[in-house]
């Protein structure tokens, strides 16, 4: 059997002790068994403390190790300057790929017509 090649996880809130041993206890079994490339969705991420920073910067070692690598996508402001300050920029790759499709939607409620107003749009 073919090991795993690559994984999407879209991680959510604070990348905090409790969230790195979740993503730890998710990734250990597939990582044992070969897999070699992981993508991060950080879109809902607020917050990276320290532990997470050491988490990444070992998963990523580990799947180079591996020829493989570790890439993280639609960081936010706040979760980029963290990575940037502990020089994780350069470190991993670190991407804002295409946004999910959004179609702006202007509501017209007794006249106003709202200015940021956007209904998701599923792609198939």
Known sequence: MEPEQGAVLRLHGELDDEA??????????RLAAGL??????????TAVLPTAVAMLRALDGHLRRQQGGLLLVHARPAVRRVLRVHDLEHLLEVRDLEPPLVVPRPLVDDGVVPLHRHVRVARK
């Open 36 to 45: 070699r490339h992981v993508l991060l969705d950080l879109s809902h991420v």
């Open 20 to 29: 790195c041993s979740a993503v730890r206890r998710q990734l250990a079994p």
